[in-house]
């Protein structure tokens, strides 16, 4: 009940493309769920997040599409960059003041021209 | 730059040793957290701890503990290093409250 399943394992987009990485998760107690981007040798930093009394988030290029009925959710990258190609995960807090992620287990992103 | 930085960033020990990593936190920030990350892998959660009291723990043995300092420093130790210790840790600053997660860069840790 604690999983966050996370698809695809990777994902080849052309330059200018969109992006799009998704996710499920079971435990109706998690109330937050930010999305991580990390590059090689680097701790993950944080894209952007959303709270499931939104259904959508837009930051910049980067969209959080959220569906709290069937407890998923997907990043959007618009006219994706060379820049992005990195490791996305996304992720879940499980509420009740414990600020514990539950992670998903990632998404390669390679942008080619 | 998230301002939570670890030591050391690489380091290799051989099963049954022991070993400390380090963390400093961004100022004011009250809780940090503990993760490891498999190569491949999600980060998965150690530990958490806020005003020096250890209030949150993942699926991880008793061998792993920790400490946080007044200073908004904090400390991971493992004891008996295994094989599958072998794993990047991370340490993550946390605004209480706020949700977002501030990661160093990490320690990579070898287990031989």
């Known amino acids: 009940q604690q999983q966050v399943k996370q698809s695809p394992q990777s994902l080849i987009v052309q330059k200018g493309g969109i992006s799009i990485i998704n996710c499920a998760y079971e435990n109706t107690a998690f109330d937050y769920f930010p999305w991580y981007q990390q590059f090689p040798g680097k701790g993950p930093a944080l894209l952007i997040a959303i709270r499931p009394d939104v259904s959508e988030k837009k930051e910049g290029r980067f969209t959080i599409s959220f569906n709290k009925s069937a407890k998923q959710f997907s990043l959007h990258i618009m006219d994706s960059q060379p820049g992005d190609s990195a490791t996305y995960f996304c992720?879940?807090?499980?509420?009740?003041?414990?600020?514990?992620?539950?992670f998903g287990t990632g998404t390669r992103l390679t942008i080619i021209p | 730059e998230t301002g939570v930085t670890q030591s050391p960033t690489h380091l290799i020990k051989t099963r049954g040793q022991q070993v400390t990593l380090r963390c400093s936190s961004q100022s004011g920030h009250n809780t940090v957290s503990w993760y490891q990350q498999a190569l491949g892998q999600g980060p998965q959660f150690i530990f958490q701890?806020?005003?020096?009291?250890?209030?949150g723990r993942g699926n991880f043995p008793p061998r792993f503990s920790g400490l946080q300092f007044p200073n908004y420093s904090s400390e991971l130790n493992v004891n008996a290093l295994e094989l599958d210790d072998s794993a990047l840790y991370l340490c993550?600053?946390?605004?209480?409250?706020?949700?977002?997660?501030?990661f160093g860069e990490g320690s990579r840790l070898t287990v031989l």
């Open positions: 992720a879940a807090r499980s509420g009740g003041g414990n600020e514990k992620l539950t």
């Open positions: 701890y806020y005003r020096e009291e250890e209030n």
């Open positions: 993550a600053s946390i605004r209480t409250g706020s949700g977002e997660l501030f």
